[in-house]
T-cell receptor
Framework: DSGVTQTPKHLITATGQRVTLRCSPRSGDLSVYWYQQSLDQGLQFLIQ???????AKGNILERFSAQQFPDLHSELNLSSLELGDSALYFCASSLGTANEKLFFGSGTQLSVL | DAKTTQPNSMESNEEEPVHLPCNHS???????IHWYRQLPSQGPEYVIH?????VNNRMASLAIAEDRKSSTLILHRATLRDAAVYYC???WGSGNTPLVFGKGTRLSVIA
């Protein structure tokens, strides 16, 4: 158990819909990262937050947004969903921002039908 | 984009040592080299990381070339539970996070 909690574990929705994925980091960790893993693209970095502020942005689509709340949990919002958004979405957390170990959650499997 | 090059797959016999290579010729002086692995149906997990010296922990050893352009993850005795995708990663951007994963090496362990 990494200590990172992601909900829900599975999500099935239709094209055009909007969903929210939730992540609770390990106790004490200030950084939260979101990754998307699909069969053809591998593990893609989406976005990082540190103590409530956006720290780094990767290959995140404009239809996707995220935030980190004062209690340090994070949400990833995916809107106008397309079939190609079907993937496993991982959240990871770390203590800070420099050479820290990342601890990954078990992921949310999103299926867009 | 990933800044490392790894073989797509490797195979090892159980209880034998495994050497997983990684090339990172564009590494900068302050980049740590990170290794993670992803077991089937799980999120990635940390294995080891280092800067210049060889590093050891309970899971593995990391041997870093003197010029730091390559490194090798060493599993001293492979077990069936070590079958996973192993990622060699350099940090992305000016800081030392976040980590951008490449395709990794899929390690198969044969009983």
């Amino acid at each position: 158990d990494s200590g990172v909690t992601q909900t829900p574990k599975h999500l099935i929705t239709a094209t055009g819909q909007r969903v929210t994925l939730r992540c609770s980091p390990r106790s004490g960790d200030l950084s939260v990262y979101w990754y998307q893993q699909s069969l053809d693209q591998g593990l893609q970095f989406l976005i990082q937050y540190y103590n409530g502020e956006e720290r780094a942005k990767g290959n995140i689509l404009e239809r996707f947004s995220a935030q980190q709340f004062p209690d340090l949990h994070s949400e990833l919002n995916l809107s106008s969903l397309e079939l190609g958004d079907s993937a496993l979405y991982f959240c990871a957390s770390s203590l800070g921002t420099a050479n820290e170990k990342l601890f990954f959650g078990s992921g949310t499997q999103l299926s867009v039908l | 984009d990933a800044k490392t090059t790894q073989p797509n797959s490797m195979e090892s016999n159980e209880e034998e040592p495994v050497h997983l290579p990684c090339n990172h010729s564009t590494i900068s002086g302050t980049d740590y080299i990170h290794w993670y692995r992803q077991l089937p149906s799980q999120g990635p997990e940390y294995v080891i990381h280092g800067l210049t010296s060889n590093v050891n922990n309970r899971m593995a050893s990391l041997a870093i070339a003197e010029d730091r352009k390559s490194s090798t993850l060493i599993l001293h005795r492979a077990t069936l539970r070590d079958a996973a995708v192993y990622y060699c990663i350099l940090p992305w951007g000016s800081g030392n996070t976040p980590l951008v994963f490449g395709k990794g090496t899929r390690l198969s362990v044969i009983a």
